[in-house]
Every structure is written in structure tokens, then in C-alpha cells.
């Protein structure tokens, strides 16, 4: 089982707010990701980490911001919420070496702004 | 041309049947190739993982790999209804980044 934890699991906001996500994992995983997910939609990276102080902008613009100042810590920040914000937040992390890079998910952020 | 990309869904397969799902990808120096399950409102848990061509099997579970024609296919074979979700297939490229498809919606029909 994969030990990696994400809170709150659901937030309603109002527009204009600043929420910070959280998300850690007790793997000692060097790579984490975070994900934006709409319902029945696919996945889309909007960030990534492969360690301690190394973050970087995935395929998906995001106006989202992500800070990796401990291994088992990757926090993602809206600085000013949108309704457009409003969708599911994974967060992930992987050990990453080699050939074996099995992605574990966390149980996911729901967000809603109105 | 996405870099990986799946048969489009949904797929509909009757209960005992054999689900077939189709993973393409662009890379051709890709080496780890993933299957994940993801239930409705559920984050998605990995199946199966398979590095090297041919088959490999997991229980009902059954991975391909064809590297040569950059597939790889996820059988089911047994479909039972609590197999009834979202298939997605990941591929590490060769840039070391993991690349999910859109993902593929399996309903298996009681």
C-alpha cells in the first residue's frame, strides 16, 4: 500500500482566495507530480519534481506553483482561486530508477470554486 | 500525433468475455510501459508493468509488448463487472518522463 497523503480531500472556495494543497508521501521517493484531473477527462501534468529543490512546469499551463523544500513534501499554491481552478488534484510520487517508475497516486484533491 | 495514445472507448464487453485494451506509442526508445486502473472518482493503482517483448501474465491480467510496432495491449480475460473502469497505459520515454494516455472506459455487462 502506498503511503502517500493528500489533504483536504474536498475544498469549496470563494474566487479571489489562496489555497495551498498539500501532499506528502513516507517513501522517500526522490520524484513527485501533480496532476489535474477533470471527471471523466484525462490526466494533465501540470508539475514535477525529481528532488530537493528542483521543481518544473508540466505539459498542462497551469497558473499553480509547487515548492519541494523537504523529500516528502510537495505543496502545490494557488495564489488566487478561479472558478476555472475547479477540478480534481492528484498528486503522485515514484522512486523513479532505472526502468521501474510505478507512479502511486494520492486519494486526490477535490476542488470548487465559486 | 499525442505520444501514447489508446483505442477510443467506451468499451463494452459482456461478463466471462476478453477485454482487449490498445496502447500506441511514439517513442520508439521507450523501455518501462505501465497499465493503470482507475475507478470513477478513484486515483488511479497500477496493474502491470512489462519491460521486455512478448507476455506477461498476472492472474486474468495479460500485458503485450511489441517494441518493434510501439504497442502494447492489456487483456482481461474473464471480464468480471468490478473490472468495469478506466484503463490508462503509461510509457517512460527515453527523456525519463512517464507519459499517460487519454485512457481507455471498459464496461463489462453482467
Known amino acids: 500500500e502506498a503511503d502517500i497523503y493528500q489533504t483536504p480531500r474536498y475544498l469549496v472556495i470563494g474566487t479571489g482566495k489562496k489555497i495551498t494543497l498539500e501532499c506528502s508521501q513516507t517513501?522517500?521517493?526522490?520524484?513527485m507530480y501533480w496532476y489535474q484531473q477533470d471527471p471523466g477527462m484525462e490526466l494533465h501534468l501540470i508539475h514535477y519534481?525529481?528532488?530537493?529543490?528542483?521543481?518544473e512546469k508540466g505539459d498542462l499551463s497551469s497558473e499553480s506553483t509547487v515548492s519541494r523544500i523537504r523529500t516528502e513534501h510537495f505543496p502545490l499554491t494557488l495564489e488566487s482561486a478561479r472558478p476555472s481552478h475547479t477540478s480534481q488534484y492528484l498528486c503522485?510520487?515514484?522512486?523513479?530508477?532505472?526502468?521501474?517508475?510505478?507512479?502511486?497516486f494520492g486519494p486526490g484533491t477535490r476542488l470548487t470554486v465559486l | 500525433q499525442k505520444e501514447v495514445e489508446q483505442n477510443s472507448g467506451p468499451l463494452s464487453v459482456p461478463e466471462g468475455a476478453i477485454a482487449s485494451l490498445n496502447c500506441t506509442y511514439s517513442?520508439?526508445?521507450?523501455?518501462?510501459f505501465f497499465w493503470y486502473r482507475q475507478y470513477s472518482g478513484k486515483s488511479p493503482e497500477l496493474i502491470m508493468s512489462?519491460?521486455?517483448?512478448g507476455d506477461k501474465e498476472d492472474g486474468r491480467f495479460t500485458a503485450q509488448l511489441n517494441k518493434a510496432s510501439q504497442y502494447v495491449s492489456l487483456l482481461i480475460r474473464d471480464s468480471q463487472p468490478s473490472d468495469s473502469a478506466t484503463y490508462l497505459c503509461?510509457?517512460?520515454?527515453?527523456?525519463?518522463?512517464?507519459?499517460f494516455g487519454p485512457g481507455t472506459s471498459l464496461s463489462v455487462i453482467p
Open positions: 503522485a510520487s515514484s522512486e523513479g530508477s532505472g526502468w521501474v517508475d510505478t507512479q502511486y
Open positions: 517513501m522517500g521517493h526522490d520524484k
Open positions: 519534481s525529481y528532488g530537493v529543490n528542483s521543481t
Open positions: 517513442d520508439r526508445v521507450s523501455q518501462s
Open positions: 512489462i519491460y521486455s517483448n
Open positions: 503509461a510509457v517512460k520515454t527515453s527523456y525519463d518522463k512517464v507519459i
